[in-house]
C-alpha cells in the first residue's frame, strides 16, 4: 500500500501532482511519501502491540534525515552500521538508547563514538570483534551491552547477493561457535552479553525462511540460559521483501504473528530490523526522457536517471516498475521498450525489453518501489551530480537533500602542489576553481 497514484490523468504522490515537483526540482530526483512511510511502520508497529518489542529501522535503506526524523517520531529506533548512520541516526532525532549497531568491521573509533554516545546495544559478528570491543569499553570504564550476531545456516532463497546467513556468507557466528565465543565474553569486563541476533537476508518474501530462523533462535536462548548466560533480547533483523512488481510476499501481522508465536513467551525485548518494508515502496526516482532511440530490432528511452541514481537493476538485475507520469490513454498500444541511461557502459540499463506505451522526448517516468537502497546508494559516476531528494506530506513537499551545483562537486576536490602550481589550470577548468 502506497500513496503514489493517478489522479486526473497524472500521478500525484499524495496530493502533489509529481509533475509539478520535477518542474521544480528538475530531473532526475527521488521522491519520499511521508504517509506511506508512517503506514508501513504504524502497520508493522501494530502487529507488536503487547508484546516488549520494538522496530529498529534499519538506515541503511534509507537514510535521509527526513525519512528518519518521520519515523523516530513514531517511535522507531535505528539498526546502524557506520558512524556516519549513528551520526545521522541521531540528527534526525532517534534517541541513542533506541540504536543498535550491525556490522562485520566496526573500527575502533566507531566503536568508541557508539559507546560514548550510549547506544542500546551492539551486534557483534567475530570473536576479534568481541575482543577489540572490551577492550575499548574497558578503556573507557565501560560494558558494552552486546549481543552476538549467529548465523542461523537458514537459505533465505533470494538474490545470492543479499542473502546474509548461510555457511558462504561473511555474516555472524555459526551456533557451535558462537556458544563459544558467549562463555568467552562472560569472562571480559568490558562486554556484558544480553543478547542474540540473526539476519538471514533481504527482500524474503516467505515466510518459511523466517520461521526455520525463529525456531533455532528460540532454542540457541534457551540453550544459553542453561549456560547460565542472563539472555533479555532478541534481536531477529529484517528482511521482509516487498511487491516490486508481481511479487505477493507475506503480510507484516502474518510475519509479526509468527514472531509472536514462536518468541513471544521467551521472556526477551524483541528487536525487529526492517528497512525495504518502511521505505521500500515510500520512494519513486522520477526521470525525463531524453531521447527515443529506435532501430529496427529495439526502441531504446533514454532517460535522465542513471545507473549511479539507482543501481539496483545493474547490480541485482532487480526489477522496478515503470510508468508514465501523465497517464497514458487506457488502450495505448503496449510495445518493447529498453529504459537505458546516459551512464557509458551496457550496464546502465533499467529494463529490457519493457511493455511501455508510446514514449516522447520530455516525457516524465517514475521508478516506482525505490524508496529503499535508492538514493543511499547513488553515487556520482560519471562525474554526474548527486540525485536530490524530495519528501511529500499532503499537498506539501520539500527539497530535503538538493541536488549540488557543479562547483560544491569539484571544490570537494584538491589538488596536490605538485600540480596547483603552473600548468594545473587546463586541468581545473577555469582558473579560478580548484583553489578553495
Ligand atoms: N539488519 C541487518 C543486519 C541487515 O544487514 C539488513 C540489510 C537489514 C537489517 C535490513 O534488511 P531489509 O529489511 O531492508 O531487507 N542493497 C540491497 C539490500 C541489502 C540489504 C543489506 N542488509 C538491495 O538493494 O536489495
Known amino acids: 500500500m502506497h500513496h503514489f497514484a493517478y489522479r486526473d490523468g497524472a500521478l500525484h504522490a499524495e496530493d502533489v501532482p509529481v509533475a509539478r515537483i520535477a518542474q521544480a526540482v528538475g530531473t532526475p530526483f527521488y521522491c ?20 516488549d518489542a520494538r522496530i529498529y529501522y534499519a538506515l541503511k535503506a534509507n537514510g535521509n534525515l527526513a525519512v528518519v526524523r518521520t519515523l523516530a517520531r513514531l517511535g522507531a ?33 566507531e566503536m568508541a563514538a557508539a559507546l560514548d554516545a550510549g547506544i542500546f546495544q551492539f551486534n557483534v559478528e567475530s570473536e576479534p570483534e568481541l575482543r577489540a570491543l572490551d577492550k575499548v569499553a574497558r578503556g573507557r570504564g565501560r560494558a558494552a551491552p552486546i549481543a552476538i550476531r549467529v548465523n542461523p545456516e537458514v537459505a533465505a532463497g533470494t538474490h545470492a547477493k543479499i542473502t546474509t546467513g548461510t555457511k558462504q556468507n561473511k555474516f555472524g557466528i555459526p551456533w557451535p561457535q558462537a556458544r563459544a565465543v558467549y ?34 533462535l528460540r532454542d540457541y536462548v534457551l540453550a544459553l540460559r542453561a549456560d547460565g548466560h542472563d539472555i533479555r533480547r532478541l534481536d531477529v533483523g529484517g528482511g521482509l521483501g516487498v511487491p516490486y512488481g508481481a511479487e ?75 510508468v508514465p507520469v501523465a497517464e497514458p490513454a487506457a488502450r495505448a498500444p503496449l510495445a518493447p521498450a529498453d529504459v537505458v541511461g546516459p551512464v557509458c557502459e551496457s550496464g546502465d540499463t533499467f529494463t529490457l525489453e519493457r511493455p511501455l506505451p508510446p514514449l516522447r522526448t520530455n516525457d516524465l517516468l517514475a521508478f516506482t518501489t525505490a524508496g529503499a537502497y535508492g538514493a543511499v546508494m547513488a553515487s556520482t559516476y560519471n562525474s554526474r551530480r548527486l540525485v536530490p531528494e524530495v519528501a511529500v506530506k499532503g499537498d506539501a513537499f520539500a527539497v530535503v537533500r538538493p541536488r549540488p551545483t557543479y562547483e560544491a562537486m569539484l571544490a570537494s576536490e584538491r589538488l596536490p602542489d605538485w600540480l596547483a602550481a603552473a600548468g594545473a589550470t587546463a586541468a581545473r577548468g577555469r582558473p579560478d576553481e580548484g583553489s578553495r
Open 77 to 109: 529506533g535505528a539498526d546502524i552500521v557506520s558512524e556516519g548512520e549513528l551520526r545521522r541516526a541521531r540528527t534526525a532525532g532517534v534517541a541513542a538508547d533506541a540504536i543498535v549497531f550491525s556490522g562485520v568491521g566496526k573500527t575502533e573509533a
Open 183 to 216: 562463555a568467552l565474553a562472560r569472562d571480559l569486563e568490558g562486554v556484558a552479553a544480553v543478547g542474540i541476533a540473526a539476519h538471514i537476508g533481504s527482500q524474503i518474501l516467505d515466510l518459511a525462511p523466517f520461521e526455520e530462523t525463529f525456531v533455532k
Open 32 to 51: 519520499y511519501s511521508t504517509a506511506t512511510l508512517e503506514r508501513h511502520y504504524t502497520v508493522f508497529a501494530a502487529g507488536l502491540s503487547g508484546l
Open 248 to 322: 505477493a510476499p507475506s503480510a507484516p501481522a502474518e510475519y509479526t504473528g509468527l514472531a509472536r508465536r514462536i518468541l513471544g513467551n521467551l521472556g526477551c525485548h524483541l528487536m525487529f530490523e526492517p528497512g525495504r518494508l518502511i521505505a521500500g515502496n515510500a520512494g519513486i526516482l522520477v526521470a525525463r526522457v531524453l531521447y527515443i532511440k529506435e532501430s529496427e530490432e529495439r526502441r531504446f528511452v533514454i532517460v535522465d536517471a542513471a545507473m549511479n541514481d539507482l543501481i539496483r537493476p545493474a547490480l541485482y538485475d532487480a526489477w522496478h516498475g515503470i
